[in-house]
Structures are given as structure tokens and as C-alpha cells.
């Protein structure tokens, strides 16, 4: 009888143990997850806004016929346009001194909303983009990412993201977003 008592009250340890085991994880893990989603929210939005850069970069850098909506000849209206659609009054960096010549503008949809998206040209027919978005978190330095056959660079500046993305040559794309970020930082255009 004292057998089956102790084996009856084994067995139910070991359930209240497991039990317990399986709370504690269970409870660690969702803990985890929700202290994720709050801390890594920022981080997680500027590389989405980053990914979608660059994705929109590989998708449009080889058009030779579209690339764009609007032509580079139309700056006055493709600022306008794409500064109501973002919410924003952007500005539209003049790189010819770097070699680039803005061959247009598009609309495209992004994380956040609407965003904006300019191409540019060397003579070479290298092509680099700056994407702007509204930013899903704070305003930050430049950030290089790199890729196989693309990189990017990456800032937020007063509640807009912008993402400079080119071919995998890290000094040319360096040249080209420090310039794209002294003219946009310049202006000191901001509208709230």
C-alpha cells in the first residue's frame, strides 16, 4: 500500500514539476517576445525601410526604358509632387559635381506610407537611388549596409529615412550619400 502511495504521489510531482517547467518557458518566452517587439521596433523599421530601399533599387536600376515617372527635366514638379504625397517638403540633391545626373523620380509604397524615389546616373551608366520614407524610429548617423552586388547607406533626419543604395563599391557609395546627406542637412528644410 505505502508502494502505491509513493508511486501515486511520485507521479504527481513529476506532473507539478513539468507543469511548472513548461509554465516557466512558456512565460520567459512570451516575456522575451514582447521585450523584443518594444526594444527592437526602431532597429527592425529603418531595415525594413532599408531592405525596401535596396530591393527597389535592384528592381529599377536595370530599366532602360522606365526607371522613372517623372524626368530629372521636371525637378520643380516631381519635388512638389513627391513632397505632398511623403508629407514632407523634400529636397532633391544636385550630384553633377560628383559626376550623377538625376535621371527622375517615382512614387512608391513603403513601410510607412508613401515614398519617394530618385535615380541618378554617371557616365558610365552606374546608377545609384535615394529612397525617403517617414522614419519608423529616431534619427541616426549614416549606416552603412553592405551586399554582394549592392549597398547602401542608411540615416534619419528630422522624421525621414533615407536610404542611398549603388553598386557594392563602398568609397563611391560613400562619396555619393555624404554628398546626397550634406545637401539635404543643409537646407534645413523641415515641415512638421
Known amino acids: 500500500m505505502r508502494d502505491q502511495a509513493q508511486a501515486r504521489w ?7 514539476i513539468a507543469a511548472t517547467v513548461l509554465f516557466a518557458f512558456v512565460a520567459g518566452g512570451g516575456t522575451g ?6 526594444t527592437g521596433a526602431a532597429a527592425n523599421g529603418s531595415d525594413k525601410i532599408t531592405a525596401d530601399a535596396v530591393e527597389a533599387y535592384r528592381l529599377y536600376v536595370v530599366e532602360v526604358r522606365h526607371p522613372v515617372e517623372v524626368p530629372g527635366s521636371e525637378l520643380a514638379h516631381m519635388r512638389n509632387w513627391l513632397s505632398k504625397r511623403i ?3 523634400l529636397n532633391i540633391p544636385d550630384l ?10 517615382r512614387l512608391l509604397p513603403g513601410p510607412t506610407g508613401a515614398a519617394a524615389f530618385y535615380m541618378y546616373e554617371g557616365p558610365s551608366g552606374e546608377r545609384f537611388t535615394i ?9 541616426t548617423a549614416l549606416r552603412f549596409k553592405d551586399g554582394k552586388r549592392y549597398a547602401s547607406f542608411t540615416w534619419v533626419d528630422d522624421k525621414i529615412s533615407y536610404v542611398v543604395s549603388g553598386p557594392a563599391n563602398r568609397d563611391r557609395l560613400e562619396t555619393v550619400a555624404k554628398n546626397a546627406y550634406e545637401q539635404i542637412d543643409k537646407t534645413g528644410v523641415k515641415k512638421g
Open 131 to 139: 529612397y525617403c520614407a517617414k522614419a519608423a524610429g529616431p534619427e
Open 96 to 105: 553633377q559635381s560628383i559626376g550623377l545626373k538625376l535621371v527622375g523620380g
Open 10 to 16: 511520485s507521479a504527481r510531482s513529476l506532473a507539478a
Open 33 to 38: 517576445w514582447f521585450a523584443h517587439g518594444v
Open 87 to 89: 508629407g514632407h517638403e
